[in-house]
Structure formats: structure tokens, C-alpha cells
């Protein structure tokens, strides 16, 4: 079975700093989706980055970045230049192409960014 | 149309009582989900319906039932809950197409059970 890992409950940033998130999963299949989601709080969950485990590449979208290390199973986020809005819970999440419709979730990161 | 929707967004019920949650997309996904989320946890699977049929149910208590009476459309029926089922419930949804892809979330209902 898929597992995933976050060993970072909370963290703490300046504004206009940049953090990393850390993620470890564990998995025997060799192609996969990797996804961040973020929570913030008694607001909606979206979807923030996500990474297909055939391509190289590492995910960017504005702001957000991953590094995806394949061989570690290591999907890690960076958020550069950090704004209050990115106040919330962040969950790495899991996708197998298995059959399986489940998604696996890590436990969390609270994020605050600090004025 | 971009969007799950969740009604009520929020919930007081005792014990006794008969409620129902209502999930609704209109984007053609092939999947439905719901899910438990306690605070600060990350969300619990508790049934998923695939092409409007029930295909996983991660032996969640009779207390809740799920019902997907055509694809845009998703319920939970609540029966005599606990207090400790109080929670938010999240209804997701998953695009159409081979392989797996990102859900959708919708904002939830808030739960609470007295």
C-alpha cells in the first residue's frame, strides 16, 4: 500500500521569504500523480501543483514549485515570495494508476506566513 | 460550470434525528467521493461512486448511507450519528480519462451532532 509522509505539522515564514514543504511517499508502482493541495482555514480545498511521475520536469506554477525526486520518492514544494494568503493547511497527496480511484494523503503541513 | 457544490454548509443535528448532505457537479466527472475531515487531519475516504456506482465503501458505519441517483449528483444520508461524527464532509469529484487526476473539492458541510 501507497503511503505518504510530511514530517513537518507546522512551519512559519516571513512575507516575501521562501519555504519549503517537505513530502516522502512510498510506492512500488513505477507511474503515478503527485499533488499539493492547500486548505486554508474554513475555506475551500484546491488543488496547488501536480506532478506526473513520467516526466522529469519539475512542476511550476507561478509562485509554486516542486522538486520531484524520483529515485528518493521525495515531492517537495517551494513557495517563493510568500504572501499572507498562503495561510493554510498543505497536503501532499498520492495517486497510483493501479486501478485504484483512491487518493493517499499525508498528514499535513499548517503553513502561517507572518507579516 | 467549474465547481462542486455542497448543501448545507452547515449542519446542527441530534442524535436522534434524519438528515441528508447533497453534492452536485455538473462538469461530466466519472467519479464522486466523500470524505470525513477532522481539524487539522487530512481527509478520511468514506465512499466513492464510479459511473453511479458504488465502488468503494472503506466500512464506514450503516449510520451513513450514500446514494448517487444519476452522475451529477451525490448524497449522504445520516441516521442516528454520534457525537463523535461530527466533523466537516467533503464531496469531491474526478475528471473523466484513463489514469488518475486531480479531484475537485467542494467547501464542505460543517457537521455537528448533539
Known amino acids: 500500500a501507497q503511503t505518504v509522509t510530511q514530517s513537518q505539522p507546522e512551519m512559519s515564514v516571513q512575507e516575501a521569504e521562501t519555504v519549503t514543504l517537505s513530502c516522502t511517499y512510498d510506492?512500488?508502482?513505477?507511474?503515478?500523480?503527485l499533488f499539493w493541495y492547500k486548505q486554508p482555514p474554513s475555506r475551500q480545498m484546491i488543488l496547488v501543483i501536480r506532478q506526473e511521475a513520467y516526466k522529469q520536469q519539475n512542476a511550476t506554477e507561478n509562485r509554486f514549485s516542486v522538486n520531484f525526486q524520483k529515485a528518493a520518492k521525495s515531492f517537495s514544494l517551494k513557495i517563493s515570495d510568500s504572501q499572507l494568503g498562503d495561510t493554510a493547511m498543505y497536503f501532499c497527496?498520492?495517486?497510483?494508476?493501479?486501478?485504484?480511484?483512491?487518493?493517499?494523503f499525508g498528514k499535513g503541513t499548517k503553513l502561517t506566513v507572518n507579516p | 460550470d467549474t465547481e462542486v457544490t455542497q448543501t448545507p454548509k452547515h449542519l446542527v443535528m441530534g442524535m436522534t434525528n434524519k438528515k441528508s448532505l447533497k453534492c452536485e457537479q455538473h462538469?461530466?466527472?466519472?467519479?464522486m467521493y466523500w470524505y470525513k475531515q477532522k481539524a487539522k487531519k487530512p481527509p478520511e475516504l468514506m465512499f466513492v461512486?464510479?459511473?453511479?456506482?458504488?465502488?468503494i465503501n472503506e466500512s464506514v458505519p450503516s449510520r451513513f448511507s450514500p446514494e448517487c441517483p444519476n452522475s451529477s449528483l451525490l448524497n449522504l444520508h445520516l441516521h442516528a450519528l454520534q457525537p463523535e461524527d461530527s466533523a466537516l464532509y467533503l464531496c469531491a469529484s474526478l475528471p473523466p480519462g484513463q489514469g488518475p487526476n486531480e479531484q475537485y473539492f467542494g467547501p464542505g458541510t460543517r457537521l455537528t451532532v448533539t
Open positions: 510506492t512500488s508502482e513505477s507511474n503515478y500523480y
Open positions: 497527496a498520492f495517486h497510483g494508476q493501479g486501478g485504484s480511484e483512491k487518493l493517499v
Open positions: 462538469m461530466g466527472h466519472r467519479a
Open positions: 461512486y464510479s459511473y453511479e456506482k458504488l465502488s
